[in-house]
Protein backbone atom coordinates (compact mmCIF):
# COMPACT_ATOMS: atom_id res chain seq x y z
CA UNK A 1 0.00 0.00 0.00
CA UNK A 2 1.48 3.48 -1.09
CA UNK A 3 0.39 6.76 -0.06
CA UNK A 4 3.63 8.81 -1.21
CA UNK A 5 5.07 7.74 -4.09
CA UNK A 6 6.95 9.48 -7.50
CA UNK A 7 6.84 9.80 -10.88
CA UNK A 8 8.99 11.73 -13.32
CA UNK A 9 9.93 15.16 -11.17
CA UNK A 10 6.78 15.11 -8.68
CA UNK A 11 5.87 14.01 -5.79
CA UNK A 12 2.05 12.23 -5.54
CA UNK A 13 -0.22 11.77 -2.72
CA UNK A 14 -2.39 8.75 -2.81
CA UNK A 15 -5.15 9.44 -0.12
CA UNK A 16 -8.31 7.51 -1.11
CA UNK A 17 -9.52 4.73 -3.43
CA UNK A 18 -13.37 5.96 -3.97
CA UNK A 19 -14.38 8.25 -6.60
CA UNK A 20 -17.65 9.51 -8.07
CA UNK A 21 -16.93 8.38 -11.83
CA UNK A 22 -16.25 4.94 -13.33
CA UNK A 23 -14.20 6.08 -15.97
CA UNK A 24 -13.71 3.58 -18.72
CA UNK A 25 -9.91 4.43 -19.56
CA UNK A 26 -9.29 4.45 -15.84
CA UNK A 27 -5.34 3.13 -15.25
CA UNK A 28 -6.48 1.74 -12.08
CA UNK A 29 -8.55 -1.29 -14.77
CA UNK A 30 -5.05 -1.90 -15.86
CA UNK A 31 -2.52 -2.11 -13.32
CA UNK A 32 -2.08 -1.92 -9.47
CA UNK A 33 0.62 1.02 -9.22
CA UNK A 34 2.50 4.22 -11.06
CA UNK A 35 5.53 5.73 -10.92
CA UNK A 36 7.17 4.21 -8.13
CA UNK A 37 4.56 3.11 -6.35
CA UNK A 38 3.87 -0.63 -4.86
CA UNK A 39 0.15 -0.75 -5.22
CA UNK A 40 -2.13 2.20 -4.64
CA UNK A 41 -4.78 0.39 -3.51
CA UNK A 42 -5.56 1.01 0.26
CA UNK A 43 -6.17 -0.84 2.87
CA UNK A 44 -7.09 1.97 4.71
CA UNK A 45 -7.42 5.24 3.84
CA UNK A 46 -4.44 7.57 5.89
CA UNK A 47 -4.61 10.48 8.08
CA UNK A 48 -3.46 13.52 7.95
CA UNK A 49 -0.40 12.83 10.41
CA UNK A 50 0.16 9.58 7.92
CA UNK A 51 0.84 11.97 4.84
CA UNK A 52 3.12 14.13 6.74
CA UNK A 53 4.65 11.69 8.39
CA UNK A 54 5.79 9.84 5.23
CA UNK A 55 6.65 13.45 3.71
CA UNK A 56 8.79 14.18 6.05
CA UNK A 57 10.74 10.85 5.23
CA UNK A 58 11.10 12.55 1.70
CA UNK A 59 13.86 14.84 0.38
CA UNK A 60 12.10 17.14 -1.74
CA UNK A 61 15.12 18.27 -3.48
CA UNK A 62 14.86 17.75 -7.17
CA UNK A 63 10.82 17.34 -7.37
CA UNK A 64 8.85 20.39 -8.82
CA UNK A 65 5.71 20.03 -6.57
CA UNK A 66 3.29 18.05 -4.63
CA UNK A 67 -0.12 16.12 -6.60
CA UNK A 68 -2.89 15.13 -4.84
CA UNK A 69 -3.92 12.38 -7.43
CA UNK A 70 -3.41 8.34 -6.87
CA UNK A 71 -6.11 5.67 -7.64
CA UNK A 72 -9.27 7.58 -6.08
CA UNK A 73 -10.74 11.29 -6.54
CA UNK A 74 -8.63 13.35 -4.30
CA UNK A 75 -11.78 15.39 -3.49
CA UNK A 76 -13.92 13.04 -1.84
CA UNK A 77 -11.28 14.14 1.09
CA UNK A 78 -11.34 17.44 0.30
CA UNK A 79 -10.57 18.76 4.21
CA UNK A 80 -7.95 16.22 4.11
CA UNK A 81 -6.34 18.13 0.64
CA UNK A 82 -6.54 21.26 2.06
CA UNK A 83 -5.05 20.51 5.51
CA UNK A 84 -2.27 18.26 3.87
CA UNK A 85 -1.63 21.25 0.84
CA UNK A 86 -1.75 24.05 3.96
CA UNK A 87 0.87 22.16 5.57
CA UNK A 88 2.80 21.53 2.58
CA UNK A 89 3.32 25.26 1.73
CA UNK A 90 4.33 26.02 5.31
CA UNK A 91 6.73 23.10 5.80
CA UNK A 92 8.41 22.54 2.80
CA UNK A 93 7.67 25.10 0.40
CA UNK A 94 6.70 23.45 -2.50
CA UNK A 95 3.79 24.03 -5.20
CA UNK A 96 0.73 21.93 -4.93
CA UNK A 97 -1.38 20.68 -7.68
CA UNK A 98 -4.73 18.94 -7.61
CA UNK A 99 -5.61 16.11 -10.16
CA UNK A 100 -9.51 15.84 -10.51
CA UNK A 101 -12.46 14.94 -12.05
CA UNK A 102 -13.92 18.35 -11.11
CA UNK A 103 -16.66 16.99 -9.42
CA UNK A 104 -15.46 18.15 -5.84
CA UNK A 105 -18.96 20.21 -5.22
CA UNK A 106 -21.52 17.44 -5.84
CA UNK A 107 -18.80 15.18 -3.58
CA UNK A 108 -18.91 17.70 -0.49
CA UNK A 109 -22.22 19.12 -1.20
CA UNK A 110 -20.91 22.74 -1.41
CA UNK A 111 -18.85 24.77 -3.47
CA UNK A 112 -14.86 24.40 -2.67
CA UNK A 113 -13.28 26.46 -4.86
CA UNK A 114 -12.80 29.41 -2.39
CA UNK A 115 -11.26 27.08 -0.43
CA UNK A 116 -8.59 26.29 -2.57
CA UNK A 117 -7.24 29.69 -2.63
CA UNK A 118 -3.73 30.11 -1.47
CA UNK A 119 -3.16 25.78 -0.68
CA UNK A 120 -4.05 24.26 -4.38
CA UNK A 121 -1.63 26.70 -6.62
CA UNK A 122 -2.39 24.26 -9.89
CA UNK A 123 -5.66 22.80 -10.84
CA UNK A 124 -5.75 19.59 -13.94
CA UNK A 125 -9.14 18.68 -14.41
CA UNK A 126 -10.37 15.63 -16.45
CA UNK A 127 -12.82 17.10 -18.81
CA UNK A 128 -12.63 14.20 -20.99
CA UNK A 129 -16.27 14.51 -23.71
CA UNK A 130 -17.33 17.82 -25.37
CA UNK A 131 -20.91 17.21 -23.73
CA UNK A 132 -22.99 15.79 -20.90
CA UNK A 133 -23.96 12.70 -23.04
CA UNK A 134 -21.07 12.13 -24.33
CA UNK A 135 -19.56 12.18 -20.52
CA UNK A 136 -22.03 10.02 -19.11
CA UNK A 137 -21.00 7.21 -21.68
CA UNK A 138 -17.08 7.55 -21.25
CA UNK A 139 -17.20 8.69 -17.49
CA UNK A 140 -20.45 7.32 -15.60
CA UNK A 141 -20.67 9.81 -13.06
CA UNK A 142 -23.04 8.72 -10.24
CA UNK A 143 -24.20 12.05 -9.96
CA UNK A 144 -26.13 11.81 -13.49
CA UNK A 145 -26.69 14.18 -16.28
CA UNK A 146 -25.84 16.69 -14.38
CA UNK A 147 -22.66 16.24 -13.43
CA UNK A 148 -21.02 17.37 -16.72
CA UNK A 149 -23.07 21.36 -16.00
CA UNK A 150 -21.00 21.30 -12.29
CA UNK A 151 -17.94 20.20 -13.84
CA UNK A 152 -18.08 23.02 -16.64
CA UNK A 153 -18.83 25.49 -13.39
CA UNK A 154 -15.92 24.33 -11.40
CA UNK A 155 -13.81 24.73 -14.31
CA UNK A 156 -15.04 28.28 -14.33
CA UNK A 157 -14.54 28.88 -10.68
CA UNK A 158 -11.26 27.21 -10.92
CA UNK A 159 -9.89 29.67 -13.71
CA UNK A 160 -11.57 32.60 -11.49
CA UNK A 161 -10.32 32.07 -8.34
CA UNK A 162 -7.05 29.88 -8.88
CA UNK A 163 -5.83 31.21 -11.99
CA UNK A 164 -3.61 27.98 -13.54
CA UNK A 165 -6.07 25.49 -14.89
CA UNK A 166 -5.41 22.64 -17.13
CA UNK A 167 -8.31 20.62 -18.61
CA UNK A 168 -7.61 17.37 -20.51
CA UNK A 169 -9.07 14.51 -22.21
CA UNK A 170 -7.40 11.13 -22.64
CA UNK A 171 -6.45 10.06 -26.23
CA UNK A 172 -8.24 6.95 -27.73
CA UNK A 173 -11.25 7.35 -25.38
CA UNK A 174 -13.32 9.50 -27.67
CA UNK A 175 -12.38 10.29 -31.22
CA UNK A 176 -10.12 12.77 -32.46
CA UNK A 177 -13.26 15.69 -33.59
CA UNK A 178 -13.85 15.47 -29.83
CA UNK A 179 -10.77 15.98 -28.78
CA UNK A 180 -10.73 18.95 -30.66
CA UNK A 181 -13.74 19.84 -29.15
CA UNK A 182 -12.55 19.67 -25.61
CA UNK A 183 -9.87 22.07 -27.01
CA UNK A 184 -12.30 24.52 -28.60
CA UNK A 185 -13.83 24.56 -25.05
CA UNK A 186 -10.27 24.64 -23.14
CA UNK A 187 -9.88 27.76 -25.25
CA UNK A 188 -13.27 28.85 -24.78
CA UNK A 189 -12.88 29.25 -20.89
CA UNK A 190 -9.48 30.70 -21.09
CA UNK A 191 -7.62 27.46 -19.59
CA UNK A 192 -4.79 25.17 -21.18
CA UNK A 193 -5.94 21.62 -22.81
CA UNK A 194 -3.42 18.59 -22.87
CA UNK A 195 -4.20 15.19 -24.38
CA UNK A 196 -2.68 12.54 -22.65
Known amino acids: MTIVYSYKRNI ?7 CSNRCCFCVRNQKDALGDADSLWLREEPTVGQV ?11 YDEIVFCGYGEPTERMDA ?9 ERYGKRTRLNTNGLADLIN ?36 IGSYDSLMDFIRRCKEIIGNVTVTSVSG ?3 QAE ?8 RSLGVRYFSR
Open 12 to 18: YLNLTNR
Open 52 to 62: IEELDGWDMEG
Open 81 to 89: VLEIAGIIH
Open 109 to 144: GRDVVPDMLGRIDRVSISLNAPNAERYMEICEPEFG
Open 173 to 175: SIT
Open 179 to 186: EYECERIA
